[in-house]
């Protein structure tokens, strides 16, 4: 604690009154801060968060208090504290050397934009405390469903602004997005009729019932985000009754088991409810075969939702958005402005290919949300929220499509150069071939390599499992260890290659959307891993010692 | 459209990184805008903010284009238009003067740290993309839960930093903070027994079958928030099975009904899941008997939610903390930040009294989330959202205790000094007593007044009919000109006093949470609305016309 921390602040109306009012000079702590912010906010981030990593028990220290403060404390001395416990420990997400996570550097100007929706304070849930926001918000609604289906001018005019019409909700991410569009599906599939008033009034009990269904069932791949299940859960659907479908070795649904799985649960009559595509699964950025899906959901008569959280910006590129053909075909697409549409966090959209279909979800108050309004909270599962929109307007106009094409191309061909580098490396081991710009691989010395692949030319399975237990462990070595000593950090996860009989593999996750991270960066991160795997004296000696024996 | 506009913006891979990398210079309009945000708030949107109504058709033509643009656009040509479509179109939501949402001018220091929120821009939902925020939620949940339960010292060192323990979960509002806790509540109800693996994995229909229940139900006050249903019809329990009771003329739930209603559907062999409390409602500011609700509670073996996210906040003045009384019974309470703890939109939060209560909805995903993380996502219902908490944190700490008991009871007392000169004044009528800081009236000329008593008095219960719908008109007469006129701003709801038989009667509704709103301008509200009826040629006339009669 610094000297500074030490003075008293006292509490009083006219105290109040000022940091309600009056802001500090602009030599402040936090003036100077917000200046480097706006000037250099690299820089800034640079500077203050540290590159070696502290442990987390270390950071818990500094805030183990359990009180709220009786004493105010100065706007200063709590800047102060605040970049040393907080700032200096955060995450660098915005590092060209941090290609681990779906976090970018942003456009300078969101943030004085975010400032300006801050000091708006407006309540997106209704007109009367959002007015400007809501035709805004609207508008970008508008124009990501003409992005993705690309209707009509007439459409557009008559449906982006109406008041029983509406093309999409924003939401503060992906998972509430996929909510929204699974809710209005399950209501929409068991609706009102005869005397039974549908499941929003009855519940699902009562709705499997009238219906006549032993039980309802929601279709996806086994790479599907955790967001569906959570989804399945919460809508009391249950988890059990996401049905994933295996993958091939592109990581994409197998349709034709899908189909099959369809007409089993048919027979058991289970009625599926929705079939979700997922377009950029989040471990390996991979695309379903969206046209056949749709045409299956057409078949089986259900709701067709993609899940394009992360890949739904790659629409945005003329020169790959046919990678995402049959999106249009979609009921209902979730798309993360916050991932690859460079926004900062907490902008989540869902779109909806008929603007009547959220009607399932609509629901009314006295005080707010009147019949006939234009309030959009009507038809969200979140209710009071925040101008996100804006930010999401901004990046639209400022970047415009011909930025957007290349930021999103870029993307995509830095993946490419990259995944080349890794399969001319020696030591590496390329596992999944990016499609967007997400690729996982390995570090698999040049040597086991060789075993290994004698292992599976000669069908030894056994080795095979014990050659990839060592070298997950090794992969996990190296992961931990790169990211600790803070210059650079790339992810991992488990997925399961059809090469190695899909048993789980650890490997690291690249995604490659940072258009600061460069050529040189990447080849410089397989150099430290190279270096990073030397250091490790337990799983590469046991590696050494498989292939000897 | 203003002549730069006309400039012509182009993408090139050197003028996209400059995006993000380098700042406008300090003389741009973003950053001139940006300067007069930090200056002086309250006269930036004073300036900006337009007072007279504009009609949202008119607002809408500036947001009809549905394309994405081709080419990009300056910064600066974007900050005029904004500034023009969209800015001085906002709705001050921080004048003095609008005391009809529930937002407030708020403190200087949280527009720098917003923006430095969102130049981190942390993801919450994983330790890996949050790291040191990780802690301060925690810590932040830790001091809210302390606030409500004040449970000793080892708890909150044992509990608030567990990896398998969740003191709460922030979220984007109090919606999703309602449904949270339903949600769990929901899951530990229906867990897992036997063969049976809960109602997270098999959903409800399966659950209702294994713990043979006919049906679930929700009893809440009906003034319960409309969320509420949202939520039944999220969970699959559906809107009807939110058993809403009858309020007493306070507003306060009838818990004599509730539990007769208890009874009735235990016979029916549906299972009450959950009794929500209401601290504050969001019409009128009243406070159920939540003492008596708690023992309900215990009595039938249910969940006790008690939804405090208007009058959470009021638990920080050591004065008036007693209101609430019993809250600490509750098993979980939700909180809004954004309401009345100064903070921007999008800051909701529940509290569990059971540390052990969220793993009912714990969930894994293999790339994130792992067992035993310390990853927030693991327990709420959100996946990626914002590092919220900060704000939150710094107004506990530089408003801190003392500062809360200034704010709280300024507003609760202000609230008492409007409802006296309400009474005071002998055209207008108070509906109903302020608690917390919300209170309803409407204006009644003097002469409707005498004979609205006498019809009372006299049992004429078709002519205080007539009356009262005239003057609903009225009402709403006085509000929407009000609005129009741009000066100031009252809500209107409509509620269903018992002195009027609980015909739903048309209301101003007022909240004065604002600490810059003084006594003055509440008399001048009332001398406005007083004009403003004068000038009403249709109901006004018609009333007196019905007294003459």
Chains 1, 2 share one sequence.
């Not at 029983?164 to 924003?170: E, P, R, W």
């Not at 009102?192 to 008033?197: H, K, L, R, V």
């Not at 279709?219 to 295996?246: C, F, P, V, W």
Request: aromatic share 6%.
């Amino acid at each position: 604690m610094n000297l500074s921390s030490q003075r008293k602040a006292t509490a009083s109306s006219e105290s109040l009154q000022r940091i309600f009012t009056v802001p500090e000079d602009s030599h402040s702590t936090l003036n100077i801060i917000e200046q480097k912010l706006s000037e250099d906010l690299a820089g800034f981030l640079g500077d203050n968060i540290v590159a070696k990593e502290t442990s987390l028990a270390n950071i818990e220290t500094n805030f183990k208090a359990f009180k709220i403060p009786e004493l105010p404390q100065f706007v200063s001395d709590y800047t102060d504290s605040m970049m040393a416990n907080l700032v200096a420990h955060s995450v660098h997400t915005a590092a060209p050397t941090f290609i681990g996570h779906m976090t970018s550097a942003l456009p300078y100007f969101v943030l004085p934009l975010t400032k300006l929706m801050a000091g708006l304070n407006q309540n997106l849930v209704k007109i009367e405390t959002s007015k400007a926001f809501t035709p805004l918000e609207r508008q970008v609604l508008g124009m990501m469903h003409h992005l993705i289906y690309d209707l009509d001018e007439s459409f557009y005019q008559s449906k982006m602004h109406s008041s029983v019409h509406s093309l999409g909700a924003f939401c503060s991410g992906g998972t509430v997005a996929n909510m929204t569009a699974l809710w209005a599906a399950r209501n929409k599939l068991l609706k009102p009729e005869a005397d039974f008033e549908g499941v929003t009034q009855e519940g699902i009990v009562a709705a499997l019932r009238h219906y006549k269904y032993d039980d309802l069932a929601i279709m996806t791949s086994e790479r599907g985000h955790y967001s569906l299940s959570k989804a399945a859960d919460l809508l009391g659907i249950g988890r059990q009754n996401i049905i994933s479908i295996e993958t091939d070795e592109h990581n994409k649904v197998n349709v034709a088991l899908m189909h099959q799985k369809a007409t089993e649960l048919q027979e058991k009559n289970i009625k599926v409810m929705a079939i979700v595509g997922v377009a950029g699964t989040t471990e390996t950025g991979n695309i379903d075969p969206l046209t056949e899906l749709a045409q299956l959901a057409r078949e089986i008569g259900c709701h067709f939702h993609v899940d394009a959280a992360w890949g739904g910006a790659s629409l945005l590129s003329k020169k790959y958005r046919h990678l995402l053909a049959g999106i249009e075909l979609a009921d209902s697409v979730t798309i993360d402005a916050h991932k690859q549409m460079y926004v900062p966090m907490g902008a989540g959209m869902v779109l909806f290919k008929d603007p009547s279909f959220s009607q399932s979800i609509t629901h009314h108050a006295e005080y707010i949300l009147r019949k006939g309004s234009k309030d959009l909270g009507r038809q969200t599962l979140e209710g009071s929220r925040p101008g996100m929109a804006l930010l999401v307007h901004a990046c639209l106009q400022i970047i415009g499509l011909n930025g957007y094409e290349i930021l999103i191309n870029n993307s995509i061909e830095k993946t490419h150069f990259f995944a080349n580098k890794i399969k001319a490396h020696s030591e590496f081991e390329l596992i999944t071939e990016p499609e967007l710009c997400i690729l996982t691989y390995r570090y698999v010395p040049h040597k086991i390599q060789l075993a290994l692949s004698d292992a599976i030319e000669q069908g030894n399975t056994y080795r095979v499992e014990q050659i990839n237990k060592s070298l997950d462990l090794l992969t996990k070595y190296i992961q931990k260890h790169q990211r600790e000593h803070g210059k650079s950090f790339v992810s991992r996860t488990r997925i399961s290659p059809v090469k190695y009989q899909r048993n789980p593999t650890v490997v690291f996750r690249t995604v490659l959307a940072n258009p600061l991270t460069t050529e040189n960066i990447l080849l410089k991160i397989l150099e430290e891993q190279v270096e990073i795997a030397k250091l490790d004296t337990i799983s590469l000696p046991q590696l050494m010692c498989l292939i000897d024996a």
